[in-house]
Each structure stands twice: as structure tokens, then as C-alpha cells.
């Protein structure tokens, strides 16, 4: 089936520095990608869908400033956490629809544990 | 908005045992639900869908539009059906969770 990476699958950073995490379509091309926030023992929140060459479109309360998408490519969406703080430590999960897929299957990605520090 | 609700956080039960995780939901149009699943260290990964009307590794889901519901249920439990299990409502672009249920199978 559909893979879906992330990379890195773990990162720690410094309070105040910037950390990107990239999505990538391995066999298959996704005009649409989403980004996902997961804390301990809770739900999937969606954060931004991610559309190849446009804005990313951001849910209610995510700031697009702090959280900075781009989807440069078919296969490639990549998350920038800015200034990261403490609180933005998290599980940041992305999936991507196969544009092929008429039934719309979404394949998801291994995840990303950020860690602020 | 829509919504999705699964009422059980943990489920436990023995293995041989029937299982019934339920899920809920809220949505003004016409829905299209899933059921995903999440082993230890594992994504998150399709389990069924219910357009497809299909069985998948024994679990059933049937959407119930008078009750707004789609519980996912298997007769008989297995140990390596232990996981996170989410419901999740598609509308649009947009895929919305449940808050998952721990399954548990003793053996």
C-alpha cells in the first residue's frame, strides 16, 4: 500500500529555536496533505490541511505564523514550529490523500515526537 | 460543526470474548465514517470504512443513521487485536476524530 514518511521521527530542540518536520508521499502524489497534533492519551487534532502550490489552510486556533506549512511538491509538505516553546512539545502526525484514490483513502505517517526543552 | 464521540476511553475484555467499541456522531450532511487503528508503536492505519460494507480482520462496522452511529464490533477478540481504535467523520477535506478507545484483550 501507500507509505507515507516523516522525518525526523524524533527531535529535541531549544526553547526558542525552529524545528521543520517533512511529510513525504513515498510511491504516490498527494495535491492534499494534513497535519495532525496528538498529545499523550488524546485525540488527533487537525491543525492544517496542506495544499501543493497554495496556502495552507489553517483550523481555528492554530496560528499560521507560528506553524509554518509549505507543499512545495506532490510528495513533499514540510511543518516549521517557530520559536518553539515548551508547550509545543507534541506527537505531529501528517497524512496524505493518494490523488489517484477515488475513495479517498487517507495514509498516514509514523509520526514526529517534538520535544522543547 | 461536526463531531465524533466515543464514550469508552478503555475497553477490557478476555480473548474469545465478543467486542463493541462505539462510536457517535454529529453532522448535518450525509457522512462518511472510519475506523482506524493504531497497534503499539505502529501509524495510525485504515481499518474499514463503511461504503465498503466489508469485514476486515473480523471487525464489522454498520452506520445506524437514525442512532447517528457506528460501532465497530468483532465476536470474537483476539490478543493482537489490542490497539487505539478512532472513529473518524469525513466531511469535505476534512477528517475529524474521536477521542480513540484503548482496547484491551486478557488472555
Redesign the interface.
Known sequence: GAVVSQHPSRVICKSGTSVKIECRSLDFQATTMFWYRQFPKQSLMLMATSNEGSKATYEQGVEKDKFLINHASLTLSTLTVTSAHPEDSSFYICSARDIRDSGNTIYFGEGSWLTVV | AQRVTQPE?LLSVFKGAPVELKCNYSYSGSP?LFW?VQYSR?????LL?H?SRESIKGFTADLNKGETSFHLKKPFAQEEDSAMY?CAL?AG????????TRLMVKP
Not at chain 2, 505502529?42 to 485504515?46: C, D, E, F, V, W
Not at chain 2, 477535506?93 to 480513540?100: E, S, V
Open positions: 476511553k462518511e482506524y505502529q501509524r495510525l492505519q485504515l470504512r461504503i478512532y469525513r477535506n476534512m477528517l475529524t476524530f474521536g477521542g480513540g
